[in-house]
Each structure stands twice: as C-alpha cells, then as structure tokens.
C-alpha cells in the first residue's frame, strides 16, 4: 500500500488530460545536462563506467542514441559534470542531434522534415511496430501509449496489424541477423510514402548489443530513419510528443 501510494505522489494524476504538456519529476531520469564546471584533472570515470561508450571527453559529450539512461555516470562524476534531468523531450529527427553538450541536445529540426510526412500524415497516421530482437522494454511502453493514461489515439495515431495499413515502421531492438529479413519484407510491403522511428537504444545504435556479432544493421544504413526517440526504454510520453512534432501537431 505504501509502495503504491508512492507512486501515485511520484506520478501525480494517473489520466493524463494533455500529453503535449505533461511534467515528469524525479526519480525519472530523461534529458542528460553537461554543466560548464570544469572536470577533476585527468578523470575519467564517467567514461569508463558507460556500459555503452556513450561519453566521450574534451569536452564531455554524450550521445543520447548510445545512452541507456542508467545513472551511472551522474553517479561517479565528482564534479557533477552530467545530471539527468526529468524532461522526457529527448526526441530528434537528426542522428547528431541526439549528442548532448554543454549547449543542449535533441529536438526536431523542422527544415529536417520530409515534406510529405507533414502533408500527408499530419491528421492521421498509421503505424506497424516491428521487434527484431528487442527485450519488450520498449515494446512494452509503446503499448503504453494507447492506454487511458497517455491516449495517443486521440490524434489520429495508432498501431496496425498489417505492413499495408501502415504509414510508418516503427522499430525496436538491436535487428538481429533472424529478424533482418523480416524487417526489410515489412518495410517493402508498405505503401509509399513512408517513414521509418527508431525506438531505444538498441534500435538507434545497437545499445548493449552494439558490439555482438549476431546483429546485422545494413537496414540503417540504407535507409535512415526520420525520427530518433532515444531511451531504454523510453517513456510514452517521449514517443508521443516526438511523433506530433514530427508532424507538426501542437495540439
């Protein structure tokens, strides 16, 4: 009873009125911060604590697309150097975009945007969601997004069963060599146009499984996706408000 009531004082209001202009607080670990201070002479422990060699240092950045957001290095760094902050609005339409430094990180470039995503899907958009390899993590905070709580068909954005229904592949996991044919069959069996969101981590740069032989990438590289939503996993409000700014909904 206790643990519940926790969070539900954490969490505020469980229904969320509008996703658009919700407020997350601690102990929600969303946008890193890189202050101005200076580091410690020659440290380095926030770098080698990364389980994904997401920080590089001179000067410290950190790629968010790398990130498993799991606290270590807020938590060695004796200087404070980088803080992880409650906004959820990590999402960007541009790969070095998701590269925190000291000036900031994310955000969509509007000028970024396919033209015909913002002329075709801004009232209504269908996506398929595809694991190829994921842990259900992500998995399972997309389904989150059609909960009561977050609601997001109330814009006109759902997920559907079949590849020709879909507008957008929504993609998840590290794409392990089993499931790289059936990503690309889903993609081919897609009408044009179409967009491609990578979710987590493990979708954006491999995650903790970027080193293993057993994951075959090519997918990306041939064709880069439109929206990065970084995380492990991320919340449903990070995917929410990245699809609507993808498609210029400020509702």
């Known amino acids: 009873m206790l643990r519940l009531a926790k969070i539900l004082w954490e969490n505020r209001k469980q229904y969320i009125p509008d996703p658009t202009k919700s407020v997350l607080s601690q102990p929600f670990r969303g946008m890193p911060a890189i202050g101005p201070q200076n580091c410690a002479q020659g440290c380095r422990q926030c770098a080698e604590v990364c389980p994904t060699d997401a920080i590089t240092l001179s000067p410290v950045a950190l790629d968010m697309g790398k990130c498993i957001f799991c606290g270590e290095c807020e938590w060695v760094c004796p200087s404070k150097k980088i803080v992880f902050t409650p906004n959820y609005r990590t999402y960007s339409n541009r790969r070095e975009s998701l590269t925190v430094t000291e000036n900031g990180g ?3 470039v509007a000028e970024a945007v396919r033209a015909e995503i913002v002329k075709i899907f801004s009232r ?14 992500c998995e399972n905070e997309l389904n989150a997004t059609l909960n009561p709580n977050f609601d997001m068909a109330r814009y006109g954005i759902d997920f559907v069963a079949s590849p020709r229904h879909a507008d957008g592949l929504v993609l998840t996991g590290p794409i392990t060599e089993n499931m790289a044919e059936a990503l690309e069959i889903t993609y081919e069996a ?17 995650g903790v499984f970027a080193p293993s032989h057993e994951i075959e990438r090519s997918f990306l590289e041939r064709r880069p996706p439109d929206l990065f939503v970084p995380g492990c996993p991320p919340h449903p409000l990070t995917f929410v408000n990245g699809i609507l700014e993808l498609l210029r909904r400020r509702v």
């Open 106 to 108: 994310g955000g969509i």
């Open 190 to 206: 897609m009408p044009e146009p179409k967009f491609i969101v990578a979710v987590g981590a493990c979708a954006i740069s491999g």
């Open 124 to 137: 209504s958009v269908r996506l398929r969601q595809v694991s190829a390899g994921g842990c259900n993590a």
